[in-house]
């Protein structure tokens, strides 16, 4: 049985045409297992950025197959994409990418109205969410009501809500200080010791070195696919900070 | 995508830029009340016209003389110089046109003499008559006028010119004061000579056109004697049908008998008939003319309003790029996005319209133009659906543009 969560084979993404060509990726292949937590590092122009977007499916490939938990993304449309989006990935963004004016609770519980769950159910498990990222007693607040740490700890949350099978994160210290970096880091490693699977794009050496294995990359290929340790060999996370 | 979810997200859009929001709604409002205020102006003028016609009664005929120059005689010989203003309408003209043999849908006559700057004088009070009549009783039974006090003269008055009066309620007003009963009996001048009031005419009303109620009705004979200076002439004579079906029948045998009469043709004849109903149709063309011109500024009223809803919604797409993409990174089907915006121009567009309606119904309450507006409630329902159409129909194309944003150009867009 082939557990990976991502199975790219021979994936390109090309930008314009002959003389102009850029190959963002260049026949890339890569397999993720589910549970592992994977670090993609790489100067910017690396293609780390559209290996991520093509990770999302925010974005097609121009070559290869991208399977997705089993799925061929490749022979699916727009509106199936969104559905893969809805259900499989829980999106991170550096900059926390919250609906402005809309409180953290109603922010969280987002993807469920878009995964048409009913609106009772949905306000309670964005609650439950919201205390397992340890803000509780923030749900009522506006993002801009909230630090920066607490608005990406609600992004965190309202990317689990609909328990996705990959959390997928651009960037997710990028713009914060070193007490949030390390606090956002430690809620990765705590939900990477309960099973979750975890890409993580970053250019920041000593926060990829939190994940088990790191794949670096340069002018569209992978130069360099380095574990650091076994899946589930991960010592038992720190507390979530509250 | 549930679509009270829909209309949860668009009522965050719409109360996130409230002074926007209100703006563009006032957009529609203004347009949507100028369609119902206008449009009821429009209705009012045209009820106002047909109720004072119809005062004046639909099954009336009033045969005038034919004054205008460059008539034609009997086998086209051109007529040097105008018309001769003779003695071409009569009272015997008047007594030919109820022969029962030769005009079986004629009910009634009545003469009328005319004259032109009237002044009544009442003590130290004057007024200037609009109306000035000289006729027999029986054109008040054909105008349909009943008395508010007193009595109205004889026909041995009509014929012998006593010197009495019957006053509609604004020369009452005007001459004798508030208590208009009290004018009957007193003697008023008319341009100097002396007539005794004998009758008030109840209040017809005005229409805004003109006051039926600035009236003085004497005996012909006795505005022939004092004010024409004697002459058989009559400047009109008003005949009534049996009924407004037979006006077309009656207004034939009129003509029948006054052609052989005056030995004349329909190519050259000395006098015209006017039919009411003619009239009231020419009114109701002129109206309905007027009612469309001002359907018309109103409808472009409401379509810049419209215009501007889809503004405000291109307007918010584009700010809320980054939000369009961030719903779609996580699930939202085009579906959704679509209907949330097109709810959010909805939502902007029917509260418009209902405020609109509201508003158009507040200010039809008071007077415009000197006639009283009435709202049709079609009126209504048109302007409630077009802002309806207008949410649709101008929120589309914003909604379709956020739509089709892809996920990765609107997350990266600052």
Partial sequence: ?242 | MMIAESVRFALTGVMANKMRSILTTLGILIGIASVIILLAVGAGTSNAIKTQIGKLGTNVLTVSRQTTAGGRAAGGQAVTGPRSRGTNLTLQDMAALTDPVMAPDVAATAPVVTAQNVTGTYQDATHAVATFVGTTPSYFSISNDTLAAGSYFSDGDASSGTAVAVIGNTVAQDLVGSSVTSAVGQTIALNGQNFVVSGVLAQKGSSGLNDPDDIVVIPYSAAQDKFTGYSPSLASITVQAKSADVMNQAQNEVQMILDARHNVTSANRDYQVRNQAQILTTATTTTATLTVLLGAVAGISLLVGGIGVMNIMLVTVTERTREIGIRKAIGASRGSIVSQFLIESLIISLIGGVLGIAAGYIGSAFPLLGTQPEVQWWTVWLSFLVSAAIGLVFGIYPANKAAKLRPIDALRYE
């Avoid at chain 1, 130069?223 to 509250?242: F, G």
């Fill in chain 1, 1 to 242: 049985m082939n557990d990976a969560v991502i199975q790219l084979d021979s994936v390109s993404k090309i930008y314009g045409k002959g003389e102009a060509e850029v190959r963002a990726l260049d026949s890339v292949s890569i397999s993720i297992d589910r549970g592992d937590f994977v670090a993609i590092i790489g100067a910017s122009g690396s293609g780390k950025s559209t290996m991520m977007n093509i990770i999302g499916c925010l974005d097609g490939a121009t070559q290869g197959t991208y399977h997705l938990d089993g799925i061929d993304t490749g022979t699916l449309d727009e509106f199936q994409l969104a559905q893969i989006r809805n259900r499989k990935i829980g999106f991170v963004f550096q900059n926390f990418n919250l609906i402005p004016r809309t409180r953290a609770v109603d922010n969280v519980s987002m993807p469920l109205a878009y995964a048409k769950v009913h609106r009772k159910e949905r306000r309670e498990r964005a609650l439950e969410v919201l205390a397992s990222v340890g803000l509780a007693e923030r749900a009522d607040h506006k993002p801009s009501q909230l630090s920066g740490g607490q608005q990406q700890r609600v992004a965190i949350a309202r990317a689990l809500v609909t328990n996705p099978v990959l959390l997928l994160a651009d960037e997710p210290t990028g713009a914060l200080d070193t007490k949030s970096s390390h606090e956002i880091l430690d809620l990765f490693e705590s939900l990477h010791a309960n099973g979750r699977t975890i890409v993580m794009i970053t250019h920041e050496t000593d926060v990829a070195a939190r994940a088990n294995r790191v794949v670096r990359f340069q002018d569209g290929h992978i130069i360099e696919d380095h574990r650091l340790r076994d899946v589930h060999a991960h010592p038992v996370a720190t507390a979530v900070p509250a």
